[in-house]
C-alpha cells in the first residue's frame, strides 16, 4: 500500500509499505480521508517532540471504513465506519485517565502525536494498534464521512468553549479564523453568544467568518486599535467578557489581552509554540484570567457528530481541498504558499 512517511524536515515521502493485518485486539481501517493537520504542517517543518522516531507516518485525523478485525475485538466489524482517534482511557490508568480526565492523560496526545503507535494514518490501510485504549467513534449512518473527519479541529474548539466561562447571551471575540477560529465560531453561536466579533487578517475570508455565525468581521492588520473598535461594537466602555485566541501566535494573543475586559477571561485554544515577550505589568491590574485548552474527549466528539446529524452546527466551506497521497506534499505541505486553503483532507483512494 502507499503511505506517506516523514524522514525529517521537508523530507515527506511516499513510499510502499505492506498492508497491516490486525493482532488480538486490534484492527484494520481503510481510511476514507485523513485530515492534514497543522501540527503535521509543524512536524513537516521540523518541529516535531522529542520521542518522535523518524521515519513516521504522519496523520492523527482519521476517518475509515473497518476491513480486518483481529482476535478478541467484539465492539468493531468488518464495514463499520469509525473516526479513529488520539489513545483514550491508557492501558494503565494513570491518575487522570482514572479522574475521566482523558484530554489530560499522561500517556495521551502529548506523548503519542495523537497517533496511539508508531505510524499514522497518511496510508491506504491504518492499523489500530489498540482497541481498547484508542478513541474509536462510530459515524452515524447518513453522516459523510468529510464532515465527521473534522472532528479533531472542530472538537479542540468544542472543547475550549466547554473549559471556558462562556454562558449563553455573552459577548465573545474569537481571534483567528483559519479552522479553529472558524469552528469556535459555529459552536458558539450554536451556544447562544449574544455577539460573535471575530478578529482575522484577511478580507477574503469575510463572508464565510459570517456564514458561520460572526455578527462583526475586523482586519486586526487593518484596525489602528482593534480594542477601541471592539467597545464601540459592544457600545461599552470595557471589552469583552471571553476572548477565545484560536491564531496560536503571539501576535493574536497579544491582542486578545487589549481586548478582554477587566475580570474577563482570555481562552487560549490555539497552540502556541514560539516563545515571546510578555510583560504583565500593564494589564494585570486588570485581573484577566488565562486559560489554555488543547485536546478533547470522546464525549465531545460524540456530541459534536450528534450535532451535525441534527442540523446545529455545519462545516460546509471548511474542506477547502482533497488530494491524494500523491499530491499531498507537492499540492499543499510543501507548496509554496498554503493561502486560501481552511483544511485540506487527504483521499488514499484517489
Ligand atoms: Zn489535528
Ligand atoms: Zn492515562
Known amino acids: 500500500m502507499k503511505a506517506l512517511a516523514l524522514y525529517g524536515p521537508g523530507d515527506l515521502r511516499l513510499e510502499e509499505r505492506p498492508v497491516p493485518h490486525p493482532g488480538p485486539n486490534q484492527l484494520v481501517v481503510k481510511i476514507d480521508y485523513v485530515g492534514i493537520c497543522g501540527t503535521d504542517l509543524e512536524f513537516y517543518a521540523g518541529h516535531y517532540p522529542p520521542f518522535i522516531q523518524l521515519p513516521m507516518v504522519l496523520g492523527h485525523e482519521n476517518s475509515g471504513t473497518v476491513v480486518e478485525v483481529g482476535e478478541g475485538v467484539t465492539e468493531f466489524k468488518v464495514g463499520d465506519r469509525i473516526l479513529c482517534g488520539p489513545p483514550a482511557a491508557c492501558e494503565e490508568g494513570c491518575p487522570l ?16 502525536a495523537g497517533i496511539g503507535g508508531p505510524d499514522g494514518g497518511y496510508c491506504e490501510y491504518f492499523l ?15 453522516l459523510d464521512m468529510k464532515d465527521a473527519v473534522l472532528f479533531d479541529v472542530v472538537c479542540v474548539s468544542l472543547h475550549g468553549i466547554r473549559q471556558s466561562r462562556f454562558k449563553i447571551g455573552d459577548d465573545v471575540v474569537v481571534s483567528g479564523t483559519g479552522s479553529i477560529g472558524l469552528a469556535a465560531i459555529q459552536f458558539l453561536r450554536a451556544g447562544g453568544a449574544r455577539r460573535i466579533i471575530a478578529l482575522g487578517t484577511s478580507d477574503e475570508k469575510e463572508p464565510i467568518i459570517k456564514q458561520f455565525g460572526a455578527d462583526y468581521f475586523i482586519n486586526s492588520k487593518k484596525c489602528p486599535d482593534v480594542a477601541a473598535e471592539i467597545k464601540k461594537i459592544l457600545g461599552s466602555p470595557v471589552g469583552a467578557p471571553i476572548v477565545f485566541e484560536c491564531a496560536g501566535n503571539p501576535t493574536s494573543f497579544n491582542t486578545c489581552i487589549s481586548c478582554v475586559r477587566p475580570g474577563g477571561q482570555i481562552m487560549c485554544i490555539g497552540t502556541i509554540n514560539e516563545p515571546f515577550q510578555f510583560a504583565p505589568g500593564p494589564f494585570s491590574m486588570n485581573e484577566p484570567e488565562f486559560k489554555f485548552t488543547f485536546v478533547y474527549t470522546r464525549d465531545e466528539v460524540e456530541a459534536y457528530l450528534d450535532m451535525l446529524q441534527q442540523g446545529k452546527v455545519n462545516f460546509n466551506g471548511l474542506v477547502t ?8 506534499v507537492p499540492k499543499f505541505i510543501g507548496a509554496p504558499s498554503r493561502k486560501g486553503h481552511l483544511k485540506v483532507l487527504i483521499d488514499p483512494s484517489l
Open 97 to 112: 485517565c482514572q479522574e475521566g480526565k482523558t484530554n489530560l492523560c499522561i500517556n495521551g496526545f502529548p506523548n503519542t
Open 321 to 328: 481541498g482533497v488530494v491524494s497521497l500523491e499530491d499531498a
Open 128 to 142: 489500530i494498534r489498540d482497541v481498547k485504549h484508542t478513541m474509536l467513534i462510530p459515524v452515524p449512518e447518513g
